[in-house]
């Protein structure tokens, strides 16, 4: 085999690993962009029921819970809040609450973030957390999941150490 035969299979070999990989980014950046819109987050809180709702179902506990997403929270009204972010963002938000259920709804303007309370021992109950956003690019998706993550995690903590 000469060196010249040679070079063209590297060459083949290379552009075609190249359409490969461009193939998969382009797969991956766009075809299954849909599944970005929803994150779940699940966490078992070491706490009663009613415990966990009251927590959850007062927004104006988020920025308690929620340190990485919720600055301050300004109530208009028992089910209408003024939610200010890490970032100086701020939404008008709605709580659709329904204890009996387990639902924790807050509409935010292109957002859901719908909560659902389980109660699964005397004193354990499961928290759901499932996000619907707009599209993100790649890089801000990973961000707000790791946002996520880490503030169930706080509000984990939170609510077990009151």
Known sequence: ??????????????????????????????ITKINRKIHINKKIIDESYDNVWKWFSNVNNYPKLYPAWVDEVKEVNKERYIISDQYNNTYEAKAVLDKEKGIIDLYME????????????????????????????????????????SDFKNAKAVIESN
């Open 110 to 149: 292109g957002e859901v973030s719908r909560t659902r309370l389980f109660s699964i021992k005397d004193n354990k109950t499961l928290v759901v957390h499932i996000g619907e956003r707009e599209d993100f690019n790649f890089l801000a998706w990973l961000y707000l999941k790791r946002t996520v993550n």
């Open 1 to 30: 085999m000469s060196i010249e035969y040679s070079g063209v299979i590297l060459l083949t070999a290379l552009i075609t690993t190249g359409f490969i990989l461009i193939f998969l980014f382009v797969w991956k950046e766009f």
